[in-house]
């Protein structure tokens, strides 16, 4: 039996088109079925004559959380080698739709805020496992009359740590034979890989660049973010000046409120002089606790409102965000957890070295 041809295949589907002398109109409607207008499989594929022969997904559905306090949803897939990862719909107010997606299982970067950090393990994702997410969670949409806005990779995983595959998501999800997606509506978020930054800047201009900084003390960051050692503050701030020089779009700063760790006035004076001639956005994050760093806590809304306006006194445009589905964050990411490390253990996993 031949092996199935992923959709995402333009060469190899050209000559399955040629081989079983099939009408090219035939696969643009398949792909325009499921990849613009997030059709079901069935819709997609009812008038297809070879869907025998091509793979439409790359990862099984595990499980669906809803939050019961705003429009967040997590998906769990199952990749091909059993493991779990989660992506997260956010129906934001406004009525955009936000689509955050994972690039990895677990991470290499440890990072002291992150569950996914505390895995145990770091594989990366395939580009069909990560453009499935995708695909699937805009069917999903689409039942609602929904669709797909933005697309961040600030899930699972260091997106940098997959540069390639990464590379090759992104001329999928823009490809107009594709996904067509606008790449000014897509955000690669990472602990600051300042070479393959400058990399992507350069291969992917108007692909917007988000930058997990979070103190700009050299120690403060190092405890929360182990790789800040190899990649110090002052080679991050380089980074952005050349970022900025060949960016369309301006970098995003992402910078997690902790108490008593990164949030006082001597703190926020200390971003704003690094920020300085810089082309960015500040996002202040409440953190989210979890189970593995009991002694990371949140800032208090009015520290946080507090920190905010010496900013923007200073000229730096900030906002505060809020986050989403709290109610389903904790028990979905320890369930992943739980079950990839028993399948890294059977299946004697390394982790990927940081």
Sequence with gaps: ????????????????RQELRLDPQDFRQLRNGLLKQFCSDEAATAKFAATARVALHSLKLYRQCDSQLDGATKLLFRTAAGMLIESVILRIASGRTTLCVSSQVGCAAACEFC???????AQNLTAGEILDQVLQAGQLLATEGRQIRNI????????????????????????AELFHHAPSNITISTVGIAEAMVRCARRFPNVKLALSLHSVRQEVRERLIPLAAKYTLDELRQTLIKVNRVQHSTVMIEYLML??????????????????????HVNLIPYNPIDDAPQLVTSTRPQR???????????QTTTIRYSLGNDIAAACGQLVKKENREIARQQAVLPIER
């Design 1 to 16: 039996m031949s092996e199935l041809i992923s959709i995402y295949e333009t060469e190899q589907l050209d000559q399955l």
């Design 115 to 121: 569950a996914t950090g505390k895995m145990g393990v």
């Design 152 to 175: 961040v990779f600030m899930g699972m995983g260091e997106p940098f740590h997959n540069e390639e595959t990464l590379y090759q998501v992104l001329d999928r999800l823009t490809a």
């Design 259 to 280: 108490a008593g760790v990164n949030d006082s006035a001597e703190d926020a004076q200390e971003l704003i002089d690094w920020l300085e001639g810089l082309d960015v």
């Design 305 to 315: 409102d507090a920190f905010a306006q010496l900013l923007k006194r200073a000229g």
